[in-house]
């Protein structure tokens, strides 16, 4: 029976609202928000570069929208440069606007161009107001549904073609709605804000650019799934109950969300200098301290029911394991970096992770067991032998990139790792005080059946 840990699905709605691991170098536009009577100051420019700050593992326990560490590239204490998102240019001259008007018959207006595309028509269903907004059930399901084909998709891919695992999604779907339309009316809050404050060019530029991030994970998703078309994805999503359009906006909505709520916190990241880095040093001396580690990846090829070279229902065929095992060991011996082992990983692995991450880093940790031997003792750089599983379930496959001796990080080379943690810090305390400030002068309200639990 699936049971889904509900903070690895909060991830996964991280991972839609903020990016589901994507490498997002193409969303990398400047927005400035300006005065209204200097509407040229709107401009966008391809200068910084976005890191994927949210999609993380579901173990670090992500449960709100835009929620997680901020990790950012470009700054260090020799060069003092910092950028990341969409940049310095969301800056602080934030334009005041009116609230949002209500509207009296619930309806998801004809987008404007660059918006996303979602027929006007009477609406049905809403399960929360924000401000007049509707967020409606179907909406609400659809991301959901995603959000666990995500997350098994990431965690265990060999369950997508488990009829009975699937037969048992509704329920998971509706045991988590609660947590999903809490976090989507925070989102809804950010995105208001955001409406109002970014002048209309300036929007229409970001959601150009969410439009082609969700493009590219809309592609990677069919790719992971083996269609050839995006009408073969629809489809696909149509008979998991999944509406692509609501799908698309929901994701657009979270992207610009998340990157108005970075443009917020941002300045505080500014205020970080070298004794506060050195303070923390200090006081954390232990979290510094490296045992004798390796880092490796892994692929499985399961030879029971649910592998994905197998078609749903098909039996499983022990000659037909073996000789998937073998084609894909050729491929990762010809693998010379650990990114393309990672793609192989991503395309053939039954495991639980599409990225071909290994678990565990010392001899006592790494995990399947029974190759923690073989793993350790592997020159960095190689790939070690096709090893069948010993209760027969199928064949393990890993390489190692790396075997670093026990030390003790020094300060410089932990500057990057301490700005990180200090501006996580930050951030989770201003996104708690923005959302509190927002909500406290929102009206929220639950038209239906549906009513949020205390």
Known sequence: MLRINVFGLAASLAVWGCLSGADLTGFQHVVRICEPDKPACASVSSNGQLENTFALGAAQQINA????????????????????????????????????????????????????????QPLSGVMVRVNGVPILEQEVRSLARWMMEDYLQRVRPASLNDENERRAIEAEVSRYLPEVVRQLIDRELLYQEAEKRVPPRGMELVRKAAQQEIDKQLR?????????????????????????????????????????????????????????????????????????????????????????????????????ARAQAEMVYALAQKAKTAEEFARIAEQYSDGPSRTGDGEGHDLASIRPAEIAELVWKTPPGQVGPLVPAQDGRGYHIFRVNKHEPARIVPFEEACLEIRRELQNQIFQAERERILRELRAKAHIEYPGSYKPSR
């Open 65 to 120: 929208v835009g929620s997680g560490s901020v990790s950012v590239r470009g700054r260090d204490d020799r060069h003092d440069q910092y950028a990341d998102g969409f940049g310095s240019g969301w800056n602080n001259a934030l334009v005041q606007g009116p609230p949002p008007v209500p509207k009296t018959t619930p309806t998801v207006d004809a987008p404007q161009e660059g918006k996303s595309r979602l027929a006007t």
């Open 220 to 320: 990677r998703r069919r790719q992971q799934l083996g269609f050839r078309s995006e009408d073969e994805l629809r489809e696909y999503l149509e008979r998991q109950n999944i509406s692509l359009e609501m799908l698309r906006r929901q994701v657009e909505r979270s992207l610009i969300a998340d990157e108005y709520l970075r443009t917020l916190v941002r300045p505080k990241f500014e205020q970080i200098d070298r004794a506060q880095l050195w303070d923390y040093y200090q006081r954390n001396l232990k979290k510094f301290e490296r045992p004798e580690r390796v880092e490796w990846q892994y692929i499985f090829i399961s030879a029971r029911e649910g592998a994905r070279y197998l078609q749903p229902g098909e039996a499983p065929n022990p000659a037909k």
